[in-house]
C-alpha cells in the first residue's frame, strides 16, 4: 500500500498563490506517475497535472502557464505550485499515485478557495 498525505491548501485572494505538497510513504517503490487531480462541488474529478517518474509533465489546459509540478524523488514528494489563482480554481486538490499494471492511490484531499 501506498499512502499518500497533501498539505500546502488554504484561502487565497485571487491573483495570489499557493504550493501543494503530497508526501508518499509506505510501498513506494515502483511508483511511475504522480499527479494532482481537483473536484469542485457538483463536479467530476479532473486532471490537473502529472509528472512521470522521468519528469515528463502533463497540465489541464485551464492552468497551462499557471501551474507547476514538480517531483523530488529522494524525497517522494511531489509539488504543485499554484500562480494566479483564480476563483474557478476552488476545489478539493486530490495527490494521486500510479504504479503501471497495479493501480492508483489517492490522499484525502486539500482544500483549496480562491476568493474574488
Known amino acids: 500500500q501506498v499512502q499518500l498525505v497533501e498539505s500546502g491548501g488554504g484561502l487565497v485572494q485571487a491573483g495570489g498563490s499557493l504550493r501543494l505538497s503530497c508526501a508518499a510513504s509506505?510501498?513506494?517503490?515502483?511508483?511511475?506517475?504522480m499527479g494532482w487531480y481537483r473536484q469542485a462541488p457538483g463536479k467530476q474529478r479532473e486532471l490537473v497535472a502529472a509528472?512521470?517518474?522521468?519528469?515528463?509533465?502533463n497540465y489541464a489546459d485551464s492552468v497551462k502557464g499557471r501551474f507547476t509540478i514538480s517531483r523530488d524523488n529522494a524525497k517522494n514528494t511531489v509539488y504543485l505550485q499554484m500562480n494566479s489563482l483564480k476563483p474557478e480554481d476552488t476545489a478539493v486538490y486530490y495527490c494521486?499515485?500510479?504504479?503501471?499494471?497495479?493501480?492508483?492511490?489517492w490522499g484525502q484531499g486539500t482544500q483549496v478557495t480562491v476568493s474574488s
Open positions: 509506505g510501498s513506494i517503490f515502483s511508483i511511475n506517475d
Open positions: 494521486n499515485a500510479r504504479k503501471y499494471g497495479l493501480g492508483y492511490y
Open positions: 509528472i512521470t517518474s522521468g519528469g515528463s509533465t
